[in-house]
Protein backbone atom coordinates (compact mmCIF):
# COMPACT_ATOMS: atom_id res chain seq x y z
CA UNK A 1 0.00 0.00 0.00
CA UNK A 2 0.74 3.37 -0.90
CA UNK A 3 1.87 5.40 2.26
CA UNK A 4 -0.31 8.30 1.45
CA UNK A 5 -3.29 6.05 1.46
CA UNK A 6 -2.58 4.49 4.57
CA UNK A 7 -2.20 8.20 6.24
CA UNK A 8 -5.48 9.19 4.09
CA UNK A 9 -7.22 5.78 6.04
CA UNK A 10 -6.05 6.78 9.33
CA UNK A 11 -7.16 10.09 9.09
CA UNK A 12 -10.47 8.79 8.04
CA UNK A 13 -10.19 6.32 10.77
CA UNK A 14 -9.71 9.36 12.94
CA UNK A 15 -12.51 11.97 12.42
CA UNK A 16 -15.28 8.99 12.42
CA UNK A 17 -14.47 7.69 15.50
CA UNK A 18 -13.21 11.22 16.75
CA UNK A 19 -15.02 10.75 20.29
CA UNK A 20 -12.96 7.68 21.30
CA UNK A 21 -9.91 9.54 19.78
CA UNK A 22 -10.48 12.67 21.61
CA UNK A 23 -11.08 10.38 24.83
CA UNK A 24 -7.86 8.56 24.18
CA UNK A 25 -5.47 11.22 23.19
CA UNK A 26 -6.72 13.02 26.90
CA UNK A 27 -5.91 10.31 28.56
CA UNK A 28 -3.03 10.15 27.27
CA UNK A 29 -2.31 13.83 28.28
CA UNK A 30 -3.13 13.50 31.86
CA UNK A 31 -0.84 10.24 32.07
CA UNK A 32 2.04 12.52 30.13
CA UNK A 33 1.42 15.56 32.09
CA UNK A 34 1.40 13.46 35.46
CA UNK A 35 5.15 12.39 34.39
CA UNK A 36 6.07 15.84 33.77
CA UNK A 37 5.15 16.78 36.30
CA UNK A 38 6.84 14.26 38.89
CA UNK A 39 9.84 14.85 36.54
CA UNK A 40 9.55 18.31 37.36
CA UNK A 41 9.44 18.14 41.28
CA UNK A 42 12.54 16.00 40.88
CA UNK A 43 14.41 17.70 38.50
CA UNK A 44 14.05 20.92 40.59
CA UNK A 45 14.83 18.60 43.84
CA UNK A 46 18.50 17.84 42.43
CA UNK A 47 19.28 20.90 41.06
CA UNK A 48 18.81 22.60 44.70
CA UNK A 49 20.52 19.88 46.73
CA UNK A 50 23.16 19.71 43.63
CA UNK A 51 25.72 21.97 45.06
CA UNK A 52 25.38 21.11 48.84
CA UNK A 53 27.76 18.73 48.76
CA UNK A 54 30.47 21.49 47.88
CA UNK A 55 29.53 23.11 51.21
CA UNK A 56 29.87 19.50 53.16
CA UNK A 57 33.10 19.02 54.79
CA UNK A 58 34.78 16.11 56.94
CA UNK A 59 36.26 16.99 59.91
CA UNK A 60 39.72 15.10 61.02
CA UNK A 61 40.74 15.80 64.56
CA UNK A 62 44.55 15.01 65.83
CA UNK A 63 46.61 13.43 68.33
CA UNK A 64 47.38 16.68 71.03
CA UNK A 65 51.30 17.84 70.17
CA UNK A 66 51.77 16.11 67.22
CA UNK A 67 54.92 16.97 65.59
CA UNK A 68 55.17 19.33 62.28
CA UNK A 69 56.20 16.09 59.94
CA UNK A 70 54.03 13.77 61.90
CA UNK A 71 50.83 16.20 60.48
CA UNK A 72 52.34 16.64 56.94
CA UNK A 73 52.28 13.26 57.38
CA UNK A 74 48.63 12.70 57.86
CA UNK A 75 47.46 15.08 55.44
CA UNK A 76 49.71 13.35 52.58
CA UNK A 77 47.82 10.16 53.71
CA UNK A 78 44.65 11.63 53.71
CA UNK A 79 45.34 13.88 50.39
CA UNK A 80 46.21 10.50 48.70
CA UNK A 81 42.43 9.03 49.06
CA UNK A 82 40.54 9.39 45.43
CA UNK A 83 37.46 10.76 47.17
CA UNK A 84 39.22 13.77 48.42
CA UNK A 85 38.97 17.01 46.38
CA UNK A 86 41.02 18.88 49.11
CA UNK A 87 42.91 19.33 52.58
CA UNK A 88 43.08 22.44 54.62
CA UNK A 89 44.72 22.57 57.66
CA UNK A 90 43.54 24.29 61.09
CA UNK A 91 45.68 25.06 64.11
CA UNK A 92 44.06 24.15 67.56
CA UNK A 93 45.04 28.32 67.56
CA UNK A 94 43.10 28.94 64.55
CA UNK A 95 40.10 27.02 65.95
CA UNK A 96 40.02 28.66 69.07
CA UNK A 97 40.21 32.46 67.24
CA UNK A 98 37.28 31.08 65.15
CA UNK A 99 35.03 29.71 68.27
CA UNK A 100 35.74 32.97 69.89
CA UNK A 101 34.62 34.54 66.80
CA UNK A 102 31.45 32.90 66.45
CA UNK A 103 30.54 33.25 70.34
CA UNK A 104 31.34 36.83 70.72
CA UNK A 105 27.69 37.42 71.23
CA UNK A 106 27.61 35.24 73.47
CA UNK A 107 31.27 35.23 75.30
CA UNK A 108 29.44 33.45 78.93
CA UNK A 109 30.20 30.13 76.96
CA UNK A 110 33.99 30.55 77.09
CA UNK A 111 34.08 32.48 80.80
CA UNK A 112 36.22 30.42 82.92
CA UNK A 113 38.30 28.18 80.04
CA UNK A 114 41.96 29.55 79.39
CA UNK A 115 43.95 26.89 78.13
CA UNK A 116 42.59 26.10 74.28
CA UNK A 117 40.76 23.08 74.70
CA UNK A 118 40.48 22.24 70.62
CA UNK A 119 42.77 20.02 68.99
CA UNK A 120 44.18 20.68 65.51
CA UNK A 121 42.59 19.37 63.18
CA UNK A 122 42.04 18.84 59.19
CA UNK A 123 38.73 20.22 56.66
CA UNK A 124 38.54 17.98 54.38
CA UNK A 125 36.16 18.92 51.19
CA UNK A 126 34.90 15.60 48.95
CA UNK A 127 34.73 14.73 45.46
CA UNK A 128 31.27 15.17 44.06
CA UNK A 129 31.22 11.51 43.12
CA UNK A 130 32.07 10.11 46.57
CA UNK A 131 28.99 11.72 48.23
CA UNK A 132 26.83 9.25 49.80
CA UNK A 133 26.73 7.85 53.10
CA UNK A 134 28.12 4.64 52.55
CA UNK A 135 31.16 6.17 50.87
CA UNK A 136 31.60 8.81 53.56
CA UNK A 137 31.62 6.04 55.98
CA UNK A 138 34.23 3.87 54.91
CA UNK A 139 36.32 6.72 53.99
CA UNK A 140 36.29 8.02 57.90
CA UNK A 141 36.73 4.31 58.94
CA UNK A 142 39.88 4.61 56.87
CA UNK A 143 41.10 7.96 58.01
CA UNK A 144 40.73 6.86 61.47
CA UNK A 145 43.35 3.90 61.04
CA UNK A 146 46.01 6.89 60.01
CA UNK A 147 48.40 6.87 62.92
CA UNK A 148 47.90 10.23 64.58
CA UNK A 149 44.29 10.79 63.89
CA UNK A 150 42.23 10.87 66.81
CA UNK A 151 38.31 11.37 65.45
CA UNK A 152 36.66 11.96 62.49
CA UNK A 153 33.39 13.54 62.18
CA UNK A 154 31.40 14.20 59.62
CA UNK A 155 27.68 14.98 58.76
CA UNK A 156 26.19 11.79 58.46
CA UNK A 157 22.91 12.88 59.15
CA UNK A 158 22.91 15.61 56.57
CA UNK A 159 24.04 13.40 53.88
CA UNK A 160 21.78 10.32 54.53
CA UNK A 161 19.29 12.86 54.81
CA UNK A 162 19.83 14.37 51.37
CA UNK A 163 20.39 10.56 50.61
CA UNK A 164 16.77 9.61 50.93
CA UNK A 165 15.28 12.89 49.82
CA UNK A 166 16.95 12.55 46.51
CA UNK A 167 16.56 8.69 46.50
CA UNK A 168 12.84 8.63 47.45
CA UNK A 169 11.71 11.31 45.34
CA UNK A 170 13.73 9.46 42.29
CA UNK A 171 11.78 5.68 43.01
CA UNK A 172 8.33 7.34 43.51
CA UNK A 173 8.65 9.12 40.21
CA UNK A 174 9.93 6.19 38.41
CA UNK A 175 7.58 3.76 39.66
CA UNK A 176 4.98 6.53 39.05
CA UNK A 177 6.55 6.86 35.51
CA UNK A 178 6.16 3.08 34.39
CA UNK A 179 2.92 2.72 36.15
CA UNK A 180 1.28 5.37 33.77
CA UNK A 181 3.22 4.99 30.72
CA UNK A 182 2.16 1.37 31.05
CA UNK A 183 -1.60 2.89 31.53
CA UNK A 184 -0.86 5.23 27.96
CA UNK A 185 0.62 2.07 26.16
CA UNK A 186 -3.03 0.48 27.41
CA UNK A 187 -5.12 3.24 26.01
CA UNK A 188 -4.03 3.18 22.93
CA UNK A 189 -4.31 -0.86 22.83
CA UNK A 190 -7.50 -0.79 23.97
CA UNK A 191 -8.12 2.31 21.66
CA UNK A 192 -6.76 0.71 18.66
CA UNK A 193 -9.04 -2.58 19.67
CA UNK A 194 -12.15 -1.21 19.87
CA UNK A 195 -11.37 0.66 16.35
CA UNK A 196 -10.52 -2.84 14.60
CA UNK A 197 -13.24 -4.38 16.18
CA UNK A 198 -15.92 -1.23 14.91
CA UNK A 199 -14.34 -1.39 11.57
CA UNK A 200 -14.39 -5.53 11.21
CA UNK A 201 -16.41 -5.72 8.44
CA UNK A 202 -14.43 -3.52 6.06
CA UNK A 203 -11.25 -5.37 7.41
CA UNK A 204 -12.97 -8.61 6.44
CA UNK A 205 -13.34 -7.50 2.66
CA UNK A 206 -9.65 -5.84 2.35
CA UNK A 207 -8.46 -9.74 3.74
CA UNK A 208 -10.64 -11.14 0.48
CA UNK A 209 -9.81 -8.39 -1.82
CA UNK A 210 -6.34 -9.58 -0.99
CA UNK A 211 -4.74 -7.04 1.43
CA UNK A 212 -2.31 -7.99 3.49
CA UNK A 213 -1.02 -7.57 6.82
CA UNK A 214 0.92 -4.68 6.86
CA UNK A 215 -2.33 -3.28 4.43
CA UNK A 216 -4.55 -4.10 7.19
CA UNK A 217 -2.17 -2.77 10.28
CA UNK A 218 -0.67 0.38 8.96
CA UNK A 219 -3.47 3.17 9.37
CA UNK A 220 -4.19 1.47 12.76
CA UNK A 221 -0.27 2.11 13.55
CA UNK A 222 -0.39 5.70 12.43
CA UNK A 223 -3.29 6.06 14.56
CA UNK A 224 -1.89 4.95 17.49
CA UNK A 225 0.92 7.43 16.63
CA UNK A 226 -1.21 10.65 15.84
CA UNK A 227 -3.00 9.93 19.55
CA UNK A 228 0.34 9.51 21.16
CA UNK A 229 1.74 12.80 19.51
CA UNK A 230 -1.09 14.63 19.77
CA UNK A 231 -1.21 13.85 23.82
CA UNK A 232 2.36 14.08 24.04
CA UNK A 233 2.03 17.64 22.29
CA UNK A 234 -0.79 18.85 24.73
CA UNK A 235 1.07 17.67 27.71
CA UNK A 236 4.36 20.05 26.42
CA UNK A 237 2.01 23.18 25.84
CA UNK A 238 0.73 21.96 29.11
CA UNK A 239 4.33 22.40 30.55
CA UNK A 240 4.76 25.34 29.34
CA UNK A 241 1.28 26.89 30.40
CA UNK A 242 2.35 26.03 33.65
CA UNK A 243 6.01 27.76 33.96
CA UNK A 244 4.32 30.66 32.29
CA UNK A 245 1.33 31.34 34.32
CA UNK A 246 2.03 29.71 37.38
CA UNK A 247 5.94 29.55 38.52
CA UNK A 248 6.65 32.81 37.07
CA UNK A 249 3.52 34.45 37.42
CA UNK A 250 3.96 33.44 41.48
CA UNK A 251 7.76 34.17 41.45
CA UNK A 252 7.04 37.95 41.71
CA UNK A 253 5.45 37.19 45.12
CA UNK A 254 7.15 34.36 46.51
CA UNK A 255 10.91 34.54 46.01
CA UNK A 256 11.07 30.69 46.34
CA UNK A 257 9.98 30.73 42.92
CA UNK A 258 12.81 32.13 41.09
CA UNK A 259 14.78 29.31 42.05
CA UNK A 260 12.42 27.21 39.96
CA UNK A 261 14.08 25.50 36.79
CA UNK A 262 12.36 24.67 33.57
CA UNK A 263 13.88 22.09 31.56
CA UNK A 264 12.67 22.51 28.36
CA UNK A 265 15.04 21.04 26.40
CA UNK A 266 13.62 17.56 27.86
CA UNK A 267 10.61 18.42 27.62
CA UNK A 268 10.83 19.04 23.99
CA UNK A 269 10.64 15.23 23.71
CA UNK A 270 7.19 14.96 24.88
CA UNK A 271 5.48 14.25 21.86
CA UNK A 272 8.06 11.72 20.48
CA UNK A 273 7.37 9.95 23.63
CA UNK A 274 3.65 9.78 23.27
CA UNK A 275 4.22 8.86 19.71
CA UNK A 276 6.18 5.80 20.89
CA UNK A 277 3.54 5.03 23.73
CA UNK A 278 1.34 5.30 20.98
CA UNK A 279 2.69 2.98 18.46
CA UNK A 280 3.37 0.59 20.99
CA UNK A 281 0.20 0.26 22.31
CA UNK A 282 -0.80 -0.08 18.46
CA UNK A 283 1.80 -2.67 17.91
CA UNK A 284 0.35 -4.96 21.04
CA UNK A 285 -3.30 -4.41 20.12
CA UNK A 286 -2.41 -5.84 16.35
CA UNK A 287 -0.56 -8.75 17.33
CA UNK A 288 -2.67 -10.05 19.73
CA UNK A 289 -5.73 -9.72 16.98
CA UNK A 290 -6.75 -12.50 15.07
CA UNK A 291 -7.42 -11.51 11.58
CA UNK B 1 3.67 -24.73 -5.18
CA UNK B 2 2.85 -23.79 -8.48
CA UNK B 3 2.59 -26.17 -11.35
CA UNK B 4 1.33 -26.65 -14.64
CA UNK B 5 -2.69 -28.13 -14.98
CA UNK B 6 -6.43 -26.99 -14.38
CA UNK B 7 -7.35 -23.11 -13.65
CA UNK B 8 -8.96 -24.92 -10.54
CA UNK B 9 -8.97 -28.02 -9.21
CA UNK B 10 -10.94 -30.10 -6.15
CA UNK B 11 -9.53 -33.68 -5.70
CA UNK B 12 -11.94 -35.38 -2.85
CA UNK B 13 -12.97 -32.05 -1.03
CA UNK B 14 -14.90 -31.93 1.73
CA UNK B 15 -15.83 -29.75 4.41
CA UNK B 16 -17.64 -29.86 7.79
CA UNK B 17 -19.26 -26.54 9.65
CA UNK B 18 -19.82 -28.23 13.74
CA UNK B 19 -20.21 -32.11 12.26
CA UNK B 20 -22.72 -30.72 9.61
CA UNK B 21 -21.58 -31.50 6.16
CA UNK B 22 -21.08 -28.30 4.22
CA UNK B 23 -18.82 -30.06 1.11
CA UNK B 24 -18.34 -34.00 1.00
CA UNK B 25 -16.14 -35.76 -1.62
CA UNK B 26 -15.98 -33.29 -4.43
CA UNK B 27 -13.46 -33.73 -7.11
CA UNK B 28 -13.86 -31.25 -10.02
CA UNK B 29 -11.72 -29.24 -12.46
CA UNK B 30 -12.20 -26.00 -14.14
CA UNK B 31 -9.85 -25.44 -17.35
CA UNK B 32 -7.73 -22.10 -17.89
CA UNK B 33 -10.37 -19.66 -20.10
CA UNK B 34 -13.14 -21.63 -19.00
CA UNK B 35 -17.06 -20.27 -18.17
CA UNK B 36 -18.53 -22.74 -15.99
CA UNK B 37 -21.63 -22.33 -13.57
CA UNK B 38 -22.34 -24.25 -10.45
CA UNK B 39 -26.05 -24.91 -9.40
CA UNK B 40 -28.00 -26.65 -6.43
CA UNK B 41 -30.74 -25.02 -4.08
CA UNK B 42 -30.08 -23.35 -1.45
CA UNK B 43 -27.89 -25.03 1.37
CA UNK B 44 -26.29 -27.23 -1.32
CA UNK B 45 -22.89 -26.33 -0.82
CA UNK B 46 -22.80 -23.89 -3.46
CA UNK B 47 -20.88 -20.64 -1.58
CA UNK B 48 -18.62 -23.05 0.48
CA UNK B 49 -17.29 -24.28 -2.60
CA UNK B 50 -16.70 -20.56 -4.10
CA UNK B 51 -14.96 -19.91 0.09
CA UNK B 52 -12.83 -22.95 -0.50
CA UNK B 53 -11.18 -21.57 -3.93
CA UNK B 54 -10.87 -17.92 -2.62
CA UNK B 55 -9.22 -19.33 0.59
CA UNK B 56 -11.79 -17.71 3.05
CA UNK B 57 -12.17 -21.30 4.17
CA UNK B 58 -9.49 -24.33 3.78
CA UNK B 59 -10.82 -27.75 3.23
CA UNK B 60 -11.27 -30.66 6.17
CA UNK B 61 -10.05 -33.54 3.68
CA UNK B 62 -9.17 -33.67 -0.07
CA UNK B 63 -6.75 -30.68 -1.67
CA UNK B 64 -7.60 -27.81 -4.01
CA UNK B 65 -5.56 -26.03 -6.54
CA UNK B 66 -6.05 -23.24 -7.98
CA UNK B 67 -4.08 -21.30 -10.78
CA UNK B 68 -1.29 -24.02 -9.90
CA UNK B 69 -1.13 -23.28 -5.97
CA UNK B 70 -1.80 -26.03 -3.92
CA UNK B 71 -4.41 -24.65 -1.02
CA UNK B 72 -3.68 -26.93 1.80
CA UNK B 73 0.20 -26.12 1.68
CA UNK B 74 0.22 -21.84 1.59
CA UNK B 75 1.46 -20.21 4.07
CA UNK B 76 -0.64 -17.67 5.49
CA UNK B 77 1.41 -14.54 4.63
CA UNK B 78 0.94 -16.29 1.04
CA UNK B 79 -2.84 -15.98 1.25
CA UNK B 80 -3.50 -12.57 -0.05
CA UNK B 81 -1.22 -12.83 -2.85
CA UNK B 82 -3.32 -15.68 -4.23
CA UNK B 83 -6.55 -14.08 -3.60
CA UNK B 84 -5.18 -11.19 -6.05
CA UNK B 85 -5.20 -13.40 -8.87
CA UNK B 86 -9.34 -14.53 -7.62
CA UNK B 87 -12.06 -11.54 -8.54
CA UNK B 88 -15.03 -12.10 -6.31
CA UNK B 89 -18.75 -11.30 -6.87
CA UNK B 90 -19.94 -11.54 -3.41
CA UNK B 91 -23.31 -12.73 -2.71
CA UNK B 92 -23.80 -10.02 0.16
CA UNK B 93 -21.39 -7.46 -1.73
CA UNK B 94 -19.08 -6.85 0.84
CA UNK B 95 -19.20 -2.96 -1.05
CA UNK B 96 -18.21 -0.08 1.76
CA UNK B 97 -20.90 2.37 2.43
CA UNK B 98 -19.07 4.72 3.96
CA UNK B 99 -16.80 4.87 0.00
CA UNK B 100 -18.09 5.93 -3.28
CA UNK B 101 -18.22 3.86 -6.24
CA UNK B 102 -14.99 5.16 -7.39
CA UNK B 103 -13.17 4.21 -3.92
CA UNK B 104 -14.78 0.90 -3.49
CA UNK B 105 -13.69 -0.48 -6.82
CA UNK B 106 -10.33 1.49 -6.86
CA UNK B 107 -9.90 -0.58 -3.40
CA UNK B 108 -9.31 -3.76 -5.02
CA UNK B 109 -6.03 -1.95 -7.07
CA UNK B 110 -5.09 0.16 -4.10
CA UNK B 111 -4.25 -3.22 -2.03
CA UNK B 112 -2.14 -4.51 -5.10
CA UNK B 113 -0.23 -1.29 -4.63
CA UNK B 114 -1.17 0.58 -7.80
CA UNK B 115 -0.46 4.19 -8.77
CA UNK B 116 -2.98 6.60 -8.48
CA UNK B 117 -2.62 7.54 -11.97
CA UNK B 118 -2.81 3.87 -13.54
CA UNK B 119 -5.80 3.69 -10.44
CA UNK B 120 -8.22 6.48 -12.39
CA UNK B 121 -7.52 5.03 -16.24
CA UNK B 122 -8.22 1.16 -14.59
CA UNK B 123 -11.41 2.42 -12.29
CA UNK B 124 -12.65 4.27 -15.12
CA UNK B 125 -12.49 1.16 -17.64
CA UNK B 126 -14.11 -0.52 -15.25
CA UNK B 127 -16.94 1.26 -14.59
CA UNK B 128 -17.01 1.67 -18.37
CA UNK B 129 -17.55 -2.46 -18.62
CA UNK B 130 -20.41 -2.30 -16.41
CA UNK B 131 -21.80 0.78 -17.68
CA UNK B 132 -21.51 2.49 -14.49
CA UNK B 133 -19.46 5.57 -15.36
CA UNK B 134 -21.57 8.30 -14.87
CA UNK B 135 -22.46 6.83 -10.89
CA UNK B 136 -18.66 7.29 -10.24
CA UNK B 137 -19.55 9.47 -7.14
CA UNK B 138 -22.34 7.77 -6.15
CA UNK B 139 -22.49 6.35 -2.53
CA UNK B 140 -23.69 2.32 -2.23
CA UNK B 141 -26.83 3.02 -0.82
CA UNK B 142 -27.69 5.35 -3.59
CA UNK B 143 -27.49 3.04 -6.00
CA UNK B 144 -30.10 0.23 -6.89
CA UNK B 145 -30.10 -3.47 -6.24
CA UNK B 146 -28.53 -3.65 -10.22
CA UNK B 147 -26.41 -1.36 -9.43
CA UNK B 148 -24.70 -2.12 -6.56
CA UNK B 149 -24.05 -5.63 -8.32
CA UNK B 150 -22.44 -3.80 -10.86
CA UNK B 151 -19.85 -1.89 -9.11
CA UNK B 152 -18.87 -5.35 -7.61
CA UNK B 153 -18.76 -6.87 -10.74
CA UNK B 154 -15.96 -3.75 -11.58
CA UNK B 155 -13.99 -4.23 -8.31
CA UNK B 156 -13.67 -7.76 -9.15
CA UNK B 157 -12.55 -7.03 -12.46
CA UNK B 158 -10.56 -3.88 -12.22
CA UNK B 159 -7.29 -5.69 -11.17
CA UNK B 160 -7.58 -8.08 -14.25
CA UNK B 161 -7.80 -11.58 -12.11
CA UNK B 162 -7.07 -14.60 -13.87
CA UNK B 163 -10.19 -16.34 -12.08
CA UNK B 164 -13.30 -14.54 -11.45
CA UNK B 165 -16.01 -16.25 -9.40
CA UNK B 166 -19.29 -14.96 -9.11
CA UNK B 167 -21.71 -15.96 -6.19
CA UNK B 168 -25.57 -15.40 -7.08
CA UNK B 169 -24.83 -12.66 -9.19
CA UNK B 170 -28.31 -12.34 -10.30
CA UNK B 171 -30.12 -13.26 -7.22
CA UNK B 172 -31.29 -9.62 -6.52
CA UNK B 173 -31.87 -8.30 -10.27
CA UNK B 174 -34.65 -7.96 -12.32
CA UNK B 175 -34.78 -10.58 -15.68
CA UNK B 176 -33.42 -7.94 -18.02
CA UNK B 177 -30.52 -6.68 -15.68
CA UNK B 178 -29.90 -10.24 -15.12
CA UNK B 179 -29.57 -10.58 -18.33
CA UNK B 180 -27.16 -7.48 -18.87
CA UNK B 181 -24.95 -8.79 -15.94
CA UNK B 182 -24.63 -12.01 -17.85
CA UNK B 183 -23.46 -10.52 -20.88
CA UNK B 184 -20.98 -8.85 -18.76
CA UNK B 185 -19.68 -12.05 -17.75
CA UNK B 186 -19.22 -13.26 -21.34
CA UNK B 187 -17.43 -10.41 -22.17
CA UNK B 188 -15.19 -10.55 -19.59
CA UNK B 189 -14.83 -14.37 -20.58
CA UNK B 190 -13.66 -13.49 -23.81
CA UNK B 191 -10.84 -11.79 -22.89
CA UNK B 192 -9.82 -15.17 -21.54
CA UNK B 193 -10.72 -15.31 -17.97
CA UNK B 194 -11.68 -17.80 -16.14
CA UNK B 195 -15.28 -17.40 -14.53
CA UNK B 196 -16.88 -20.04 -12.17
CA UNK B 197 -20.95 -18.39 -11.64
CA UNK B 198 -23.01 -20.16 -8.73
CA UNK B 199 -26.45 -19.45 -9.29
CA UNK B 200 -29.80 -21.23 -8.52
CA UNK B 201 -30.91 -18.91 -11.93
CA UNK B 202 -31.82 -21.08 -14.93
CA UNK B 203 -32.56 -18.69 -17.28
CA UNK B 204 -28.74 -17.64 -16.80
CA UNK B 205 -27.06 -20.85 -18.07
CA UNK B 206 -29.92 -22.47 -19.95
CA UNK B 207 -28.77 -22.98 -23.63
CA UNK B 208 -25.35 -21.31 -22.53
CA UNK B 209 -23.17 -24.47 -24.08
CA UNK B 210 -21.02 -24.55 -20.87
CA UNK B 211 -20.69 -26.76 -18.22
CA UNK B 212 -22.87 -26.89 -15.36
CA UNK B 213 -21.88 -28.63 -12.05
CA UNK B 214 -24.95 -29.42 -9.92
CA UNK B 215 -24.79 -29.85 -6.27
CA UNK B 216 -27.05 -31.45 -3.57
CA UNK B 217 -26.74 -31.32 0.03
CA UNK B 218 -22.92 -30.79 -0.45
CA UNK B 219 -22.52 -33.82 -2.71
CA UNK B 220 -21.76 -33.43 -6.11
CA UNK B 221 -24.32 -34.88 -8.55
CA UNK B 222 -22.59 -34.22 -12.22
CA UNK B 223 -21.69 -32.32 -14.56
CA UNK B 224 -23.66 -31.43 -17.98
CA UNK B 225 -23.70 -29.16 -20.56
CA UNK B 226 -26.59 -27.33 -21.47
Not at chain 1, 232 to 251: D, E, F, I, P, R
Not at chain 2, 96 to 106: G, H, K
Request: aromatic letters at 8%; charged letters at 25%; glycine letters at 6%.
Amino acid sequence: MSAPYAFKLALQSLMKDKWINLLSMLTIFAGLFIISLSFFIFYNINEATRNLPEKFSMVVYLEDNLSREKVDGVIVAVRSRREVASVKFISKEDAFKELKSTLKNSPYVLEGIDDNPLPDSLEVKLRRDAMGSEPVLRLSETIKKITGVSEVDYGEKFLSTLHDIKNGVRTVGIILAAILSTGIVFVCYSTVKILFYRRSDEIETFKLLGATKGFIRAPFIIEGAAIGTAGGLTSLVAMHLLQHLVVLKMATSVPFFNSVLFPANIFMFLPLIGTFLGISGAAIALGRLKY
Amino acid sequence: MESAGPMIHFQNVSKEYESQTALHDITLSVEKGEMVFLTGPSGSGKTTLLKLIYLAEMPDHGSITIAGWEATELRESSIPFVRRNIGVVFQDFRLLDNRNVFENVSLALRIRGVGEREIKTRVADALKTVNLRHKADSYPRRLSGGEQQRVVIARAIVAEPTVLLADEPTGNLDPDTAHDVLRTFKDIHAKGTTILIATHNRELYRNSGKRIFRLHAGSLLGEEVC
